[in-house]
């Protein structure tokens, strides 16, 4: 393991507590651990050192990466011993957790390679034949799955162009009953306005000259006729069939 270069130790000529020396070299693995706590300016430092050490150990930041895990080991061992040096039991309840993360890391990365190895060994030994058959099973639902695609994009395409015809067949067939409507509309007004003129000749002082009536008869049975009215008046049915008898 890389030497702890975090851990503060004891400077030459630096007074010492013998007691909390022995319980540091039993924490940390040395006996010239310093026995002083850190001032505002040295944390600061220490902080600036930290990023230092990951920049010039090229620690990874997105990923698990074993040289940054063990730099902040590094550290958290020299905050241990500041705590300790404060509150000696919150000292120890830190070096507790301190512990149960380094084996939890290491089971976890016990279990990584237990894995990595296993499924190595399950690669190498499968059956070459199968393997080929295996990827040719998935070229070929790739084939189908590109055919299906393009066979979706042909479809879509005959639907909108279906939705397009349906669409305009609508409308003109809409627009061919609306003139439907509005040719019967003015034949209907032809027709009142035939009778009008006929209920006009119809009356007493229009059929005192029969000659007058038959004349104006005439047309307005031809006009009805053109209209395709099927409903003749008795008056105009005679006055065709008087106009029809020949004049003495």
């Known amino acids: 393991m890389t030497e702890n270069a975090f851990l503060k130790l004891a400077s030459p000529g630096e ?12 924490m940390f693995g040395r006996d010239d651990v310093s ?3 850190c001032n ?7 902080r600036a050192s930290l990023d230092q050490t990951l920049a010039d150990r ?6 698990l990466c074993p040289v940054r ?16 040096l404060v509150d ?3 000292g120890d309840l830190l070096r507790r957790v301190q512990l149960e993360l380094v084996q939890s890391v290491q089971v976890y990365q016990s279990l990584c390679e237990q894995g990595r190895r296993y499924g190595n060994r399950v690669y190498t030994t499968i059956d070459p034949d199968a393997d080929t058959a295996f990827q040719a099973a998935t070229r070929a639902l790739r084939k189908e799955i590109t055919s299906l695609e393009k066979e979706k994009i042909a479809l879509k395409a005959r639907l909108n162009f279906a939705s397009k015809a349906r669409d305009e067949q609508i409308g003109a ?3 061919s009953i609306h003139q439907s409507r509005e040719m019967e509309a003015a034949r209907r007004r032809q027709y009142e306005a035939l009778m009008a003129v006929l209920a006009r000749y119809d009356s007493e002082d229009a059929t005192h000259d029969p ?5 104006t008869g005439r047309p307005l049975i031809k006009r009805l006729a053109d209209l395709n009215i099927e409903h003749v008046p008795i008056t105009l049915t005679k006055l065709n069939t008087d106009s029809r008898q020949p004049q003495r």
Do not use: C, W
């Open 35 to 37: 026995t002083t706590n």
């Open 88 to 90: 000696s039991k919150q």
């Open 15 to 26: 007074k010492t507590d013998p007691a909390l020396q022995e319980r540091f070299a039993e």
């Open 211 to 215: 000659e007058v009536a038959r004349d």
């Open 40 to 46: 505002r300016e040295q944390l600061v430092a220490l």
């Open 69 to 84: 895990s063990e730099i902040h080991q590094m550290l958290f061992q020299e905050l241990i011993r500041q705590v300790y």
């Open 173 to 175: 067939e809409g627009e």
């Open 58 to 63: 090229l620690a990874k930041f997105n990923t």
